[in-house]
């Protein structure tokens, strides 16, 4: 049996679910007053309907999607995936778009009877699309955290050769732009208001050091466990801090260093595919039409 046969009914099922389900969230109500205008306006959803869409198939399929959570949180840092209120947005979001992707792809291949597997696979690549924006997204504000540690470190150690402590020199450091300078905020936001210390000291863990570890990035654990060991070195502080910041600098320098012999071997494959592939396109493509018409 042909399996083409069930796209259209597929398809129309899905249409039809999409349907009923914005029909039952759409409501039409009809207010006179003001005060029952305004009491609407606060009692409204402001999400749009993707969002709304992916936060259905969350709760209904019970998906965790920890992965999803966890890029979805570096994504943030940098300030994407957040509403015009400035309020985070959650997995749902890109849930919804990968549905409304498929959902979209699937209609062109009924409407269009595309039912060769170069369309399924396109369709697929669009439902992962969304994610894979997501992860892109995310790691370009790991490494911009990366690039930032020596600075950071750096900063806080002239501090505390200016005689601050260890906690008024990471408070400055917080003021350095970017997402380092937004994730050591945070945390020193959240440990005020949770009365925790920033660093272990007589036996209670340092804040700093849990909620770092909740990101999940090697770099930045290994930066606040260096700096709690630092804190409780005392007249020593200054000089370790100025040891790590000089080795945070060096493993960049290095990392640097890698990248860019590597950096040719990277462009090898793109360069034969947008220059040496259509060069030797150009000349022998002549050269073989003219040959097959000699016969």
Not at 62 to 77: D, F, M, N, V
Not at 195 to 210: D, S
Request: positive net charge; proline residues 4%.
């Amino acid at each position: 049996m042909d399996y083409r046969n069930f796209i259209p009914f597929v398809a129309a099922f899905l249409l039809a679910f999409c349907a009923f389900w914005a029909a039952r969230r759409t409501k039409i109500t009809i207010s006179r007053t003001a005060a029952s205008r305004m009491d609407q306006f606060a009692g409204k959803d402001q999400r749009d309907l993707i969002d709304r869409l992916g936060d259905t198939l969350l709760n209904r399929l019970g998906l965790s999607l920890e992965s999803w959570k966890h890029e979805l949180r570096w994504a943030q840092i940098g300030g994407k995936y957040q509403t015009a209120s400035g309020q985070p947005k959650n997995v749902g979001t890109v849930l919804g778009q990968s549905v409304i992707f498929a959902l979209a792809g699937i209609v062109y291949i009924v409407l269009f009877h595309a039912y060769s597997p170069l369309y399924l696979l396109i369709v697929a690549l669009a439902a992962y699309y969304p994610y894979m924006l997501l992860k892109d997204r995310a790691g370009t504000v790991r490494e911009s955290v990366k690039r930032g540690l020596p600075e950071a470190a750096a900063l806080v150690a002239a501090e505390m050769n200016a005689g601050n402590s260890l906690a008024t020199a990471v408070e400055r450091a917080s003021t350095l732009p970017g997402p380092i300078g937004q994730i050591l905020q945070k945390e020193i936001e959240q440990a005020h208001v949770d009365g925790a210390l920033l660093f272990t000291q007589t036996g209670i863990p340092g804040a700093l050091v849990k909620q770092l570890a909740t990101l999940q990035f090697a770099p930045l654990e290994a930066f606040a466990t260096r700096m709690d060991a630092i804190a409780e070195r005392g007249a020593e502080g200054p000089q370790r801090m100025t040891e790590l910041a000089r080795d945070l600098a060096m493993e960049y320098q290095v990392t640097v260093a890698r990248a860019a012999e590597t950096l040719e071997n990277k462009l090898l494959m793109p360069m034969t595919v947008f220059f040496f592939v259509p060069f030797l396109a150009a000349i022998f493509l002549p050269l073989v039409v003219n040959l097959l018409n000699t016969f």
